[in-house]
């Protein structure tokens, strides 16, 4: 069992950057496939990117491509997610959750035993 806490976010401006981390303090933390799910309001929690045990793996939702990036640092228990060039659109709360097998069902929420409480992104125009 780990307890994910999302750190970073805040209000930015269109095309600016920002960096989200989410950290446990569950040495085993290091064990589990990390993804990042957002929560736009008025909408359904979607996947975002994810990223297996010792990075071989990343994977991004089509709208994330090109202007996130995951990764980890194992030896930190720590995931971040890097937003560049962030649109409006971008703006919702984003979910670190944590899974402990199963890459091919990354994308699916209920892959994912543990969540973080979220953090908010505003991207303001």
């Known amino acids: 069992q780990v307890h994910p806490v999302e750190s970073g976010g805040g209000l930015v401006q269109a095309g600016d950057s920002t960096r989200l981390s989410c950290t446990a303090s569950e040495p085993t933390f290091r064990w589990y496939i990390i993804s990042w799910f957002r929560q736009a309001p008025g909408k359904d929690r979607e996947f975002v990117a994810g990223?297996?045990?010792?990075?071989?793996?990343?994977d991004y939702a089509d709208f994330a491509k090109g202007r996130f990036t995951i990764s980890r640092d194992n030896a930190k228990n720590t995931v971040y997610l890097q937003l560049n060039s962030l649109h409006v659109a971008d703006t919702a709360v984003y979910y670190c959750?944590?899974?402990?097998?199963?890459?091919?069902?990354?994308?699916?929420?209920?892959?994912?035993?543990?969540w973080g409480q979220g953090t908010q992104v505003t991207v303001s125009s």
């Open positions: 990223i297996t045990q010792r990075s071989q793996k990343s």
């Open positions: 959750a944590a899974a402990p097998d199963e890459w091919s069902t990354r994308a699916l929420q209920e892959s994912y035993p543990y």
